[in-house]
């Protein structure tokens, strides 16, 4: 079955640091999808995109927070000034369409 | 607003034994539901998604699940689990703005 590939697995920042964290989707799949788990918490939609831009995004998702599809393949979240509270998994999803979202193994986001 | 309550935090089962996952959600209009299920290290893996039609519906891994409207409600059952059972399984409901709502989850430990 094809996978959605997260890098890295593991990142550690300082609090006020930038963090970009990777992923590439399915290459034929159209929407792309954050979400992310808080230890303990449930897992959170953060943001969609499709056809280059932004269809939704969660209160959660404020001007911290930025995504790109910078070479038509890659997929990044972006957090500009990290906070102790964005410390999670971060998950990213990629579908064609709504029936079957295709999730990474996602990114565990240490903020120190 | 959309939401899921998973109210079993965690199941301890025995291998061969029948297993059942509690799932109620809330949402106004005919919700599309899902199971989920996570292994250490791994993605969110889809195993059985409703939509409409037969409420009973079949997934992988031998998973079955049965919605029923009156009860607000999405339980995810296996006859016979397996050791390789053991993980950690999220309901989730969606709508067609392609964002989807997660429950808690719930942990099972399968013993020998």
């Known amino acids: 079955e094809p996978e959605v590939t997260q890098t890295p697995s593991h990142q550690v920042t300082q609090m006020g640091q930038e963090v970009i964290l990777r992923c590439v989707p399915i290459?034929?799949?159209?929407?792309f999808y954050w979400y992310r788990q808080i230890l303990g918490q449930k897992v959170e939609f953060l943001v969609s995109f499709y056809n280059n831009e932004i269809s939704e995004k969660s209160e959660i998702f404020d001007d911290q927070f930025s995504v790109e599809r910078p070479d038509g393949s890659n997929f990044t979240l972006k957090i500009r000034s990290t906070k102790l509270e964005d410390s999670a998994m971060y998950f990213c999803a990629s579908s064609e369409g709504f029936e079957k979202l295709f999730f990474g193994s996602g990114t565990q986001l240490s903020v120190l | 607003a959309q939401s899921v309550t998973q109210p079993d935090i965690h199941i301890t089962v025995s291998e061969g034994a029948s297993l059942e996952l509690r799932c109620n959600y809330s949402y106004g209009a005919t919700p599309y539901l899902f199971w989920y299920v996570q292994s250490p290290g791994q993605g969110l893996q889809l195993l059985l998604k409703?939509?409409?039609?037969?409420?009973l519906v079949q997934g992988i891994k031998g998973f079955e699940a049965e919605f029923k409207r009156s009860q607000s409600s999405f339980n995810l059952r296996k006859p016979s689990v397996h050791w390789s059972d053991a993980a950690e399984y999220f309901c989730?409901?969606?709508?067609?703005?392609?964002?989807?709502?997660f429950g808690a989850g719930t942990t099972v430990t399968v013993r020998a």
């Open positions: 989730a409901v969606g709508s067609n703005d392609y964002k989807l709502s």
């Open positions: 409703y939509f409409s039609g037969d409420t």
């Open positions: 290459s034929n799949h159209l929407y």
